[in-house]
């Protein structure tokens, strides 16, 4: 059994994953903290883990989590790079979900997030864990920086294209939405019911920080710089993200349909669906699948890719539970087999 840490529990993401570790054969959940809620009951504050998660939110104690085997972060940026280092160290695997990590170059990393890294000498030595393209790196890992959401779905969306050189790299475009639980479990004007409900609305169109995470990303698919533009929407739904991308293509001779088929034909948690396919977020809803459609409307030269996973699990804590499998050995399905919900 795997003695596994987290540190912030009382996060959207951070309840996701107790809820997925709570089910996991090969999992004893041994430490779970929060500064402010310390000595409440986990099941207390999540009902829904009553019965599965007995134990309490502890202050972080850094002995404690070192004798954890893996100790995932499901914090703010900025909290990993200060405490990962001693983990790391003492010989624990890390599998931080926030940015602290994401991005190789630090000058980057500062200029998007707004502060100095505590821990720059690791940004190197992170291996950024999307599954699809990074499983032999993930494997031998120490230290794994889990993708963001909406680059998660981005980069699954154009991955087949880019690995076969099919599209142009210099103006790609990303519209995507989100359901409103991506911007965390906090109070805010802009998430609550009344301002969110019945309203649609795009943000962060002059830059918002998954974009050089997507960008670097892409870049590495396609052996080369990109051009991309990537505009994120708030839309009225608890959970999901929507990800329409668009490209021109190199050449119209390719069965764009067979390409993907072929790429993610042994990925348990991409689904391929028919030609004319439209993918709803609603059929990922819960689960760790990313559901992709590819399009070439009228036969011309433009290909549209439709991709959505649930921002909370394929987007996060489930993306984070399957590195986490592919890191120890286990088979990959381990803990994430469930089915979407519906409705």
Not at 171 to 196: F, Y
Not at 251 to 277: C, H, I, K, N, W
């Amino acid at each position: 059994m795997l003695k596994v840490g987290i540190v912030g529990g009382t996060g959207y993401t951070g309840v996701e994953l107790l809820r997925l570790l709570a089910q996991h054969p090969q999992v004893e959940l041994t430490v779970i903290t929060s500064r402010s809620e310390a000595g409440m009951a986990v099941a207390d504050m999540f009902p829904s883990l009553r019965g599965h998660v007995r134990l309490k939110f502890t202050a972080p104690d850094p002995q404690a989590l070192a004798a954890c085997d893996v100790v995932f972060f499901a914090t703010p940026n900025g909290t990993a790079m200060q405490m990962a280092p001693a983990l790391l160290q003492a010989g624990v695997r890390v599998i931080d979900l926030a940015a602290d990590y994401r991005l190789r170059e630090r000058a980057t990393w500062e200029q998007w997030y707004g502060m100095t890294h505590a821990s720059p000498e690791y940004l190197e030595q992170a291996v950024y864990g999307l599954p699809e393209v990074y499983r032999a790196a993930v494997r031998e890992a120490r230290l794994v920086a889990n993708p963001g959401c909406y680059p998660t779905a981005v980069q699954l969306g154009w991955l087949p294209l880019l690995e076969a050189g099919l599209i142009g790299t210099a103006h790609l475009i990303a519209d995507c939405k989100s359901g409103v639980s991506g911007a965390g479990r906090k109070a805010e004007i802009g998430t609550l019911m009344c301002e969110a409900s019945d309203s649609f609305k795009a943000y962060g169109v002059s830059g918002h920080r998954h974009l050089p995470e997507i960008r670097q990303g892409l870049a590495g698919m396609a052996k080369g710089a990109v051009g991309l533009t990537f505009v994120p929407h708030l839309t009225p739904m608890i959970r999901g993200i929507h990800a329409t991308l668009y490209a021109r293509l190199k050449r119209t001779d390719v069965d764009l349909q067979a390409l993907y088929e072929r790429r993610y034909a042994g990925e348990p948690f991409v689904d391929v669906m028919a030609a004319g396919s439209h993918p709803e977020t609603r059929s990922v809803r819960g689960s760790n699948i990313c559901r992709i459609a590819v399009h070439r409307p009228q036969g011309g030269d433009t290909v549209v890719v439709l991709a959505v996973i649930d921002n909370l699990v394929k987007g996060a804590a489930g993306q984070a539970v399957h590195n986490l499998n592919i890191m120890h050995g286990l088979p990959e399905t381990l803990g994430l087999s469930g089915i979407a919900m519906s409705p």
